[in-house]
T-cell receptor, first 113, second 115 residues
Framework: QKEVEQDPGPLSVPEGAIVSLNCTYSNSAFQYFMWYRQYSRKGPELLMY????GNKEDGRFTAQVDKSSKYISLFIRDSQPSDSATYLC?????????????FGQGTILTVHP | NAGVMQNPRHLVRRRGQEARLRCSPMKGHSHVYWYRQLPEEGLKFMVY????????ESGMPKERFSAEFPKEGPSILRIQQVVRGDSAAYFC?????????????FGQGTRLTVV
């Protein structure tokens, strides 16, 4: 079983829709979870990270962690064509491997006008 | 303030040749991470370096791959005797410290093609 699993999609939505992106993880000891956005031919950029359980909101983006079901989600409100990208969830290892990220496969999102 | 710079952006090598990928971290950053993105797969961690030290190389293939981050100059990922399976996008990231609050910024990547 992969440490972080993500449905690769692709996902296509109309402009203005609410987008829900999801990942599951296998190890309940994980604490930090991140969401990255990667445009085609570019490097990933961090959207937001959450610690433990609960919600975190930043503008049109909300990240949610449900530790009981080992589920992490990213919601995008009022989606725009510029949101079209690959979205990667990741978990951060702690301790001596603090900088080590384990990524999901990524979900390809297209927002059409 | 320039971001993480990787070069070359594209690299073509014949089977058996050596590939050298360079990564210049953001100014003031002393922590560097290398990741590989194979076609149809997510990013996979390879190695974590701090100036002159390898901190975690648990993701590095046992043979042909090596990485360094000298006191002066960029970090180098070196692949000896490349094979077709090494074709991938290689990304490096840098951060100020190892703390999660100090975001790791990614470069644009080097796309290696082995022919």
């Amino acid at each position: 079983q992969k440490e972080v699993e993500q449905d690769p999609g692709p996902l296509s939505v109309p402009e203005g829709a609410i987008v829900s992106l999801n990942c599951t993880y296998s190890n309940s000891a994980f604490q930090y979870f991140m969401w990255y956005r990667q445009y085609s031919r570019k490097g990933p950029e961090l959207l937001m990270y959450t610690y433990s359980s609960g919600n975190k909101e930043d503008g049109r983006f909300t990240a949610q962690v449900d530790k009981s079901s080992k589920y992490i989600s990213l919601f995008i409100r009022d989606s725009q064509p510029s949101d079209s990208a690959t979205y990667l969830c990741a978990r951060l290892a702690g301790g001596t491997s603090y900088g080590k990220l384990t990524f999901g496969q990524g979900t390809i999102l297209t927002v059409h006008p | 303030n320039a971001g993480v710079m990787q070069n070359p952006r594209h690299l073509v090598r014949r089977r058996g040749q050596e590939a050298r990928l360079r990564c210049s971290p953001m100014k003031g950053h002393s922590h560097v991470y290398w990741y590989r993105q194979l076609p149809e797969e997510g990013l996979k961690f390879m190695v974590y370096l701090q100036k002159e030290n390898i901190i975690d190389e648990s993701g590095m293939p046992k043979e042909r791959f090596s990485a360094e981050f000298p006191k002066e100059g960029p970090s180098i990922l070196r692949i000896q005797q490349v094979v077709r399976g090494d074709s991938a996008a290689y990304f490096c990231a840098s951060s100020l410290t190892y703390r999660v609050e100090d975001e790791a910024f990614f470069g644009q990547g080097t796309r290696l093609t082995v022919v």
